[in-house]
């Protein structure tokens, strides 16, 4: 027997775990259960992919989620599209808390007692059966026939506290959702519509993986991977839009959500489909030169394999020098300054500049009387350290250069960084 949830009429009997939404713009509380609160994707992540949706032509009926946890992304899409919506959650409570918080999302936006709410429920049950739950929500409002699934969105449970999984962890799995699901769901005209919100610690070797299981059901369906970072260039979601949810020609993207709400997200399109390779420049090695331009770029976005798409749209520079790729600092050199006129593009950015000089100095706290003695000669005012160091050491050697600068009066911006396998400082000045 499915238990199936009314958002109009669910209650919080017996939730406990609630928590206000700290990226919503106005206060949204949401309820959680079974500790699901840090499964629960953010209000603002959710929404900025939902209207993402918006821009696509999905087959008609209803938008599915298999295993919706919290309900916030099914709740997000249901008001991005303003259509009505299914939530399938194996934990009773959650389903429950689900449902709940559709509830809230309608009144936070002022859209109560719709056509399409009144069609939406939560059902607690296996998420992998689509016999099982189109029949149950079928007979629960007696309908003669199943419902139309318009788009199917999975964002399926992983081991916490391991850096690495395999496909097989996720609850539940994705070909037994794809084989559970693949009767039901509506063909739009590239096929049917599936967003799957994976895991960004996946491999590129766990994403090719990924595509076969994919194959073996809607064999060469369109696909578009989405890369979502929230900043700090960190990867927060790595997701594979299939079918009517993927954008012809477009084989990757990079969706950069911006500290503000009510901004719109960044979006980067372009790259090569994934079996064409992981989408990482190749690194190459040269001297560095006084003059020569030094750019670190977001690595959230040279994980995406889209840096150099990006960076075609702010140099007309005919190729970039590609010194670092993997890690928190890739870094370019390339001889023409960046255009980065736009805030967007300024976020891609961490730092960007000219060698003014290079200097064999072993970067240590009792070393940092030299550097700063190099950085006075080039008028330097601030200067920051982009050189990897032991953690504990880098806030002394930055606090020292700091201490000393503030004393003198130079009036230029400047970093510092080094390239890999070569002690030599590059000496940057902002641009
Ligand atoms: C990562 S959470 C989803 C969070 C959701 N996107 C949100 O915004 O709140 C994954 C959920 O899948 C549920 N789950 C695991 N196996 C399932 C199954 N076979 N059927 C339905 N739900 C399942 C887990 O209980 C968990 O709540």
């Known amino acids: 027997m499915v238990e199936i949830f009314n958002p109009a009429t669910a209650g919080t009997e017996g939730l406990t775990e609630f928590a206000p939404d700290s990226t919503a713009a106005r206060k949204l509380i949401f309820y959680h259960a079974s500790e699901g609160k840090p499964l629960a994707t953010p209000w603002q992540v959710a929404l900025a992919r939902s209207k993402l949706l918006t821009e696509l032509q999905l087959p008609d009926g209803y938008i599915l989620d298999c295993a919706c946890g919290s309900g916030i992304q099914l709740g997000a899409h249901m008001a991005m599209l303003q259509r009505p919506g299914i939530g399938v959650e194996l934990d009773t409570k959650r389903a429950q808390a689900s449902a ?15 056509e399409r709410m009144e069609r939406t429920r939560i059902l607690a049950a296996d998420g ?32 916490r ?16 959702v794809f084989k559970g699901w693949s009767p039901y769901l509506s063909d739009g005209v590239n096929g049917p519509a599936l967003l799957l919100d994976l895991s960004p610690r996946l491999t590129h070797e766990q994403r090719l993986e990924v595509e076969s299981l994919v194959d073996e059901v809607w064999k060469g369906i369109a696909r578009t991977w989405v890369w979502t970072s929230r900043g700090r260039g960190r990867v927060d979601r790595l997701a594979l839009w ?32 994934l ?58 050199h390339h001889a023409h300054p960046l255009r980065l006129g736009q805030p967007m593009d300024r976020m891609l950015v961490q730092a960007t500049g000219r060698i003014v000089a290079l200097a064999r100095i072993e970067l240590q706290v009792d070393t940092v009387d030299q550097l700063v003695e190099l950085a006075l000669e080039h008028d330097i005012g601030k200067l920051t350290v982009r050189v990897s160091m032991p953690p504990e050491v880098q806030p002394s050697v930055q606090g020292a ?24 400082l590059l000496l940057c000045i902002v641009e």
């Open 275 to 332: 079996q064409a390779g992981d989408g990482l420049p190749a690194v190459t090695r040269h001297p560095p030169r006084r003059g020569e331009r030094v750019s670190i770029l977001d690595a959230a976005l040279v994980e995406s394999g889209l840096a150099e798409d990006w960076l075609r749209t702010v140099s007309k520079e005919a190729a970039f020098s590609w010194r670092v790729v993997a890690g928190r600092r890739p870094q370019i």
């Open 161 to 176: 506290n391991s850096r690495t999984h395999g496909l097989e962890e996720m609850a539940p799995r994705l070909d037994e």
């Open 128 to 159: 992998r059966d689509g016999a099982v739950i189109c029949a149950a929500f079928a007979d629960a409002f007696s309908l003669d026939t199943f419902p139309k699934i318009a788009l199917l969105h999975l964002d399926p449970a992983r081991p």
């Open 242 to 273: 299939l079918g009517d949810a993927a954008t012809q020609g477009i084989a990757r993207r990079f969706v950069r959500i911006p500290p503000s709400i009510t901004d719109d997200a960044h979006v980067v399109s372009g790259g090569r489909h």
């Open 401 to 424: 250069i700091d201490r000393q600068l503030s004393r003198r009066h130079g009036r230029r911006d400047a970093f510092v960084v080094q390239q890999p396998d070569d002690e030599m």
């Open 100 to 114: 709940v918080n559709l509830q809230s999302i309608v009144q936070h936006r002022n859209e109560v007692g719709t």
